[in-house]
């Protein structure tokens, strides 16, 4: 069966890694680290190509015969970065720096695992030559050290992504070679949908900023003197297009006697999206207080909803996003003789839970998951 035999295979992944950097010091303010690091991977995987036959009279449903197969990959990437740092003042730090990353791809979106039904037309196929993601980030913080501000920070970000990893859902006609790899001689030429995960040939951005505030207020009169207060707040906004492979019949010229008066063609367009779980806002912050042995923690976390995955169509009805996550947690311990101290956690106290659903519009419910209020007392002793 596909759900056992289907699903096995092999593999090998061999990764190596070198890294150079340096420390230049440039007068009195500032600290100059350009490095480079280059890193090389090579995989071997072997699976099954299943298939699931339209039945013969008298045969089961699933009968179902394997191929093996094999992938071979080796990709290696040489990857810059400089950071500059100013500090014309003890209490001022300013850093820039520039950046490339990459974001390999698991080894299910590429190894060999191909599964086509000849009963319903359908292929799940890994794309064999499915490329690391690319990003090139730019990023600049300001961070400020008072003793009455705290300890404040803010900072701006800008990545840029090339060959996103992405899934797709397509209809592949007879004729068409969408995947170079994927030769399906079962099909007969017929029409199949296929699911797959290609490289996004469209370029990919996150840009944003964060502000970061950790301040006590010692210098308050009385009893305000034991506040404490953290704050983060990280602002986001992302950016693509998304291949979008549409059939679409074209009427013939001149129009035939007999039927089919129509031409079946693939049409590559693209759409504009946000990136898969890309929230715009997050927001943590805590509220403290603090006096002699004793010490709490009022703490809020929000997140906006974001997508988490596109559909086929040519709108985002058919997406599937998550919706906002708002949670409270409250935390105390009391300092007790003897290195003794007691101590209470309470966990999601307003009983927040993941939900996700389809269209924005109507918000069909997708996945619903409560994990209610937790609660935690107990005494620890310190050695």
């Given at each position: ?149 705290g300890f404040f920070t803010a900072s701006v970000f800008y990545k840029s992504i090339e060959d996103l990893i992405w899934t797709v859902n397509f209809n592949n006609l007879p004729g068409q070679q969408i995947l170079p790899d994927l030769v399906i001689e ?198």
């Open positions: 069966r596909y759900g056992s035999l289907g699903q096995d295979y092999e593999g090998s992944e061999t990764f190596q890694a070198l890294y150079a950097m340096s420390e230049i010091k440039i007068g009195q303010y500032l600290t100059f680290m350009p490095g480079v690091r280059w890193e090389g991977e090579a995989t071997d995987y072997s699976g099954k190509f299943s298939t699931a036959l339209e039945p013969a009279a008298g045969t089961p449903l699933d009968q179902i015969s394997y191929t093996d197969t094999t992938t071979t990959r080796d990709n290696s990437f040489l990857l810059p970065m400089v950071h500059l740092q100013v500090k014309p003042t003890n209490w001022i730090n300013l850093r820039l720096a520039y950046t490339q990353t990459i974001s390999r791809p698991d080894f299910r979106q590429f190894a060999p695992i191909t599964y086509f039904n000849a009963i319903s037309n359908y292929a799940y196929a890994p794309n064999q030559n499915l490329k690391s993601s690319r990003s090139t980030n730019y990023d600049a913080s300001l961070s400020l050290y008072r003793n009455k501000l079962e099909a007969q030429g017929k029409a199949i949908d296929v699911s797959t995960v290609i490289n996004n040939p469209f370029e990919a951005t996150v840009k944003g900023f964060e502000l970061d505030w950790q301040a006590r207020f010692w210098y308050l009169p009385s009893f305000l003197k034991g506040l404490v207060l953290n704050v983060n707040y990280t602002h986001i906004l992302s950016d693509t297009k998304v291949p979008e492979i549409n059939v679409k019949e074209i009427p013939l010229d001149p129009p035939p006697r007999n039927p089919p008066f129509y031409e079946t063609v693939l049409v590559d367009t693209a759409l504009a999206r946000t990136l898969p779980d890309q929230p715009n806002d997050i927001l943590n912050l805590t509220l403290g207080y603090d006096y002699k042995g004793f010490s709490t923690r009022f703490s809020v976390f929000y997140q906006l909803g974001s997508t988490l995955g596109t559909g086929s169509r040519r709108t985002t009805n058919d997406d599937t996003f998550k919706e906002d996550y708002f949670r409270i947690d409250v935390s105390a311990n009391q300092k007790l003789p003897y290195n003794f101290q007691i101590y209470a956690n309470l966990n999601n106290l307003n009983g927040a839970g993941d939900e996700t659903y389809q269209s924005p519009i109507l918000k069909y419910p997708t996945s619903q998951q409560y994990y209610g209020f937790t609660m935690d007392i107990g005494v620890r002793y310190k050695f």
